[in-house]
């Protein structure tokens, strides 16, 4: 019996990874392996999302043309303030300044609700802000990540590299990823009761 639910348990695991390789190889046409790419030709790449947040609050998410690209405390010194996420992807031989949508929950409104027992609890809700950003040429030779910047005024950057880079703007963080000294006083949501 053991081994039985061992088994079902390997194959369930099995396919789950099966339809999740599915569903990333569907969303991108990539190169088949089989077909050279001669020097020069235009090739498919899959860029690693890393996004660089300069401004005052936590960005709860962001996204490149619909792609997500997780989550960003502010930038430190040395980081941008998020992990790398897999992918938006591009051909080298794009016409190039090409524009991209960006969106990010850039601020916060509050709201209150109310339980059964009379207890009243404070929350939050992100806000989302949008701008559009160019990738400018050249693109390196061998590109892999698609680096998104965030500013404090809201205007975004957005560059095709190599390497990562460092951050445009070195912020001053705490142990706990926040800004020292900067107080948040959000407005409440305009739904909110």
Not at 68 to 75: K, W
Not at 119 to 145: K, M, Q, S
Request: proline share 7%; charged share 25%; hydrophobic share 30%.
């Amino acid at each position: 019996m053991l081994n039985s639910w061992r088994q079902a348990a390997r194959l369930a695991a099995a396919a789950l990874l099966c339809m999740l390789l599915q569903s990333c190889a569907s969303d991108y046409e990539l190169p088949q392996p089989s077909r050279s790419v001669k020097p020069g030709e235009p090739r498919y790449v899959s860029l690693t999302i890393y996004g660089y947040n300069y401004t005052d609050d936590y960005i709860d998410q962001f996204e490149v043309n619909g792609q997500g690209g997780g989550n960003l405390f502010p930038s430190t010194p040395t980081a941008g303030g998020g992990k790398s996420v897999c992918c938006v992807g591009l051909w080298t031989g794009t016409e190039l300044p090409k524009k991209v949508k960006v969106r990010w929950t850039g601020s916060y409104c509050t709201y209150t609700t109310v339980n059964s027992y009379g207890e009243r609890r404070d929350w939050r809700r992100g806000v989302w802000r949008e701008a559009d950003a160019w990738i400018n040429g050249p693109l390196p030779a061998d590109p892999n990540y698609f680096e998104v910047h965030i500013y404090e005024d809201g205007h975004v950057e957005v560059q095709v590299t190599q390497n990562s880079s460092r951050p445009r703007v070195k912020l001053v963080v705490d142990e706990r990823g926040r800004r020292p000294g900067v107080k948040h006083e959000y407005p409440r949501c305009p739904d909110a009761k």
